[in-house]
């Protein structure tokens, strides 16, 4: 199975600021890779596909990039309803499988 | 609009069964792959299955904890995606969510013909429905 590490499991920011985070496989997966986000009691919402497509309706500050075993998930500029649990997931195979999370706290 | 509804949670014993359903709305359901995701109480989320559509051979994959104990069936006709589990553990304690799989298709020119990739992402989500196994 291929294993997704996401970093780092919690980080806390201000509104305004620019997040940053990274998701590694652990093969290559090439593009297949996805980004959800989660809020707290709500079902994931899909944010990003294919490492950087952006899903429709999902603001334009939300950006993916990376290929291979690197991944990253950029807000440029933090709003207060981005606070919540950021999860990646590769479709390279199956059995698909997340990562462990990353909890996006309020400074 | 476009909408999944589980249901069928519940409080079960270990080593009982319990089938989930999920009620699909709003896109033609025939056609879609579908998934279970679960999540335990304040862990992360844990792919649990996929069926492709009949037309694509109707197959399924499972996660190693669930497999040949947990089947995952559809309904066509009513639009309704089943989760049957069985031998249920305490660690199966979580909230199943349904979710569609749906493919992004890129084709890319090459000399010796077009190479066609699949890129699935799970982009509708039901509200999820809570299972607790405990005695």
């Known amino acids: 199975d291929i294993q997704m590490t996401q970093s780092p499991s919690s980080l806390s920011a201000s509104v305004g600021d620019r997040v940053t985070i990274t998701c590694r496989a652990s093969?290559?997966?090439?593009?297949?890779l996805n980004w959800y986000q989660q809020k707290p009691g709500k079902a994931p919402k899909l944010l990003i596909y294919a490492a950087s497509s952006l899903q429709s309706g999902v603001p334009s500050r939300f950006s993916g990039s990376g290929s291979g075993t690197d991944f990253t998930l950029t807000i440029s500029s933090l709003q207060p309803e981005d606070f919540a649990t950021y999860y990646c997931?590769?479709?390279?195979?199956?059995?698909?499988?997340f990562g462990q999370g990353t909890r996006l706290e309020i400074k | 609009e476009v909408q999944l509804v589980e249901s069928g949670g519940g409080l079960v014993k270990p080593g009982g069964s319990l089938r989930l359903s999920c009620a699909a709305s709003g896109f033609t359901f025939s056609n879609a792959w579908m998934s279970w995701v679960r999540q335990a109480p304040g862990k992360g989320l844990e792919w649990v299955g996929r069926?492709?559509?009949?037309?694509?051979?109707?197959?399924?994959d499972y996660a190693a904890p669930v497999k040949g104990r947990f089947t995952i069936s559809r309904d066509d006709s009513k639009n309704t995606l089943y989760l049957q589990m069985n031998s249920l553990k305490t660690e199966d304690t979580a909230v199943y969510y349904c979710?569609?799989?749906?493919?992004?298709?890129?084709?890319?020119?090459?000399?010796?013909?077009?190479?066609?990739?699949?890129?699935?992402?799970?982009?509708?989500w039901g509200k999820g429905t809570t299972v607790t196994v405990s005695s």
């Open positions: 093969q290559s997966i090439s593009s297949y």
């Open positions: 979710t569609t799989s749906t493919a992004h298709i890129v084709v890319v020119p090459a000399a010796r013909g077009p190479t066609t990739s699949y890129y699935y992402y799970m982009d509708v």
């Open positions: 997931q590769q479709s390279y195979s199956t059995p698909r499988t």
């Open positions: 069926i492709k559509s009949k037309t694509d051979g109707g197959t399924t």
